[in-house]
């Protein structure tokens, strides 16, 4: 049974260790987004002909492609100040008090997730971020009264995976709301060619781009893919990743030509041959491979949507007439005489 998490966007405990090494700290270093790097670098560049604090801002995109390093580029081009949380870390008022409370002046605070923030301390966010204060309740009862602490203007940042789940009063509390999309091969094979300077391996031009064909449109699995194969070819080669060697690695890791893997697979196959084509409903589709359906919406389903294999539609989910020429499934007459919809 093949690694799940090889293709998944989200950040692994074993990221941890790599990412800081191979993370840009410039713009000028960061490749792609081309457009939403000139946005950030005329806010970057005006902050620092006024010397004041950036207008904040919200970034939003699949997880995986620099969100995180964005902010901490942001932070190092002002040459200011760096602090991170994350919407599940700030459970309660006082926590966020208490990070708002040491910030200093034009500094980035970063929030991870940030669409899972709490409601009430979602609403202690506003004013933080809009008049650059916290009210905090003092004593309780009768007595009780709000003192209001003034803070350093300083510079919000943050990121959601789910722009739709940042309440309107949120996201509108952020000048610059920007979107990152996935990343062309051309690019990835920029990124791979980097990481593997950074990481002392030897990779040939075509080895480079396999892995940035595979790594579906990610930056983050393009590094994931790019530790794999080195170990393989340290353990079963030369040392020297070559297109040869690259894809073998990949294929043991049971990662196909488009970056598809066993469970990508099984979602298509299950659509195509046991549901006609569909349209079937997420949690059947679930329910037929074993898997959680939240872990389908969020982590498969949108590449698949991408490549053009699936469709989300009211009446469930539906494959294309491109997944069943793929899959080489021959479509089927479904109920009542019907061929399926594409």
């Given at each position: 049974?093949?690694?799940?998490?090889?293709?998944?966007?989200?950040?692994?405990?074993?990221?941890?260790?790599?990412?800081?090494?191979?993370?840009?700290?410039?713009?000028?270093?960061?490749?792609?987004?081309?457009?939403?790097?000139?946005n950030?670098?005329?806010?970057?560049?005006?902050?620092?002909?006024?010397?004041?604090?950036?207008?904040?801002?919200?970034?939003?995109?699949?997880?995986?492609?620099?969100?995180?390093?964005?902010?901490?580029?942001?932070a190092?081009?002002?040459?200011?100040?760096?602090?991170?949380?994350?919407g599940?870390?700030?459970?309660?008022?006082?926590?966020?008090t208490?990070?708002?409370?040491?910030?200093?002046?034009?500094q980035?605070?970063f929030?991870?997730?940030?669409?899972?923030?709490?409601?009430?301390?979602?609403?202690?966010?506003?004013?933080?971020?809009?008049?650059?204060?916290?009210?905090?309740?003092?004593?309780?009862?009768?007595?009780?009264?709000?003192?209001?602490?003034p803070?350093?203007?300083?510079?919000?940042?943050?990121?959601?995976?789910?722009?739709?789940?940042?309440?309107?009063?949120?996201?509108?509390?952020?000048?610059?709301?920007?979107?990152?999309?996935p990343?062309?091969?051309?690019?990835?094979?920029?990124?791979?060619?980097?990481?593997a300077?950074?990481?002392?391996?030897?990779?040939?031009?075509?080895?480079?781009?396999?892995i940035?064909?595979?790594?579906?449109?990610?930056?983050?699995?393009?590094?994931?893919?790019?530790?794999?194969?080195?170990?393989?070819a340290?353990v079963?080669?030369?040392?020297?990743?070559?297109?040869?060697?690259?894809?073998?690695?990949l294929?043991?890791?049971?990662?196909?030509?488009?970056?598809?893997?066993?469970?990508?697979?099984?979602?298509?196959?299950?659509?195509?041959?046991?549901?006609?084509?569909?349209?079937?409903?997420?949690?059947?589709?679930?329910?037929?491979?074993?898997?959680?359906?939240?872990?389908?919406?969020?982590?498969?389903?949108?590449?698949?949507?991408?490549?053009?294999?699936?469709?989300?539609?009211?009446?469930?989910?539906?494959?294309?007439?491109?997944?069943?020429?793929?899959?080489?499934?021959?479509?089927?007459?479904?109920?009542?005489?019907?061929?399926?919809?594409?």
């Open positions: 049974m093949p690694d799940r998490h090889v293709i998944s966007g989200d950040r692994q405990p074993e990221d941890l260790q790599f990412e800081a090494g191979l993370r840009p700290r410039r713009l000028a270093e960061f490749t792609g987004q081309s457009k939403l790097k000139q950030l670098s005329i806010a970057i560049e005006a902050a620092r002909m006024r010397g004041e604090a950036m207008d904040h801002v919200l970034l939003y995109g699949p997880p995986g492609l620099g969100k995180t390093t964005l902010a901490s580029i942001i190092e081009e002002l040459a200011v100040a760096f602090s991170a949380t994350s599940p870390v700030l459970q309660k008022k006082l926590d966020l208490g990070i708002l409370s040491n910030i200093r002046a034009r980035v605070f929030i991870d997730e940030i669409h899972r923030l709490l409601p009430d301390v979602e609403e202690m966010l506003y004013s933080a971020l809009e008049d650059f204060r916290v009210d905090i309740l003092v004593g309780a009862g009768p007595g009780a009264r709000t003192h209001s602490l803070l350093p203007k300083f510079t919000g940042i943050g990121a959601t995976t789910r722009q739709g789940l940042v309440s309107a009063p949120l996201r509108g509390r952020f000048g610059l709301v920007l979107r990152l999309d990343y062309a091969v051309d690019e990835l094979q920029s990124i791979v060619d980097r990481s300077r950074l990481l002392n391996a030897e990779i040939d031009d075509a080895a480079a781009e396999e940035a064909r595979r790594c579906r449109g990610t930056p983050r699995i393009a590094n994931r893919l790019l530790r794999r194969v080195r170990d393989y340290q079963r080669a030369d040392g020297r990743i070559t297109q040869s060697v690259a894809q073998t690695a294929n043991l890791l049971d990662v196909d030509r488009f970056g598809l893997d066993e469970i990508d697979q099984k979602i298509m196959l299950t659509i195509l041959e046991k549901y006609r084509g569909g349209p079937v409903g997420l949690n059947t589709v679930a329910a037929s491979i074993s898997e959680e359906p939240d872990t389908i919406e969020e982590v498969y389903e949108p590449y698949l949507i991408q490549l053009g294999f699936l469709n989300r539609t009211p009446r469930g989910r539906e494959a294309t007439a491109l997944a069943f020429e793929h899959f080489k499934v021959k479509p089927k007459i479904g109920n009542g005489g019907q061929p399926p919809l594409f």
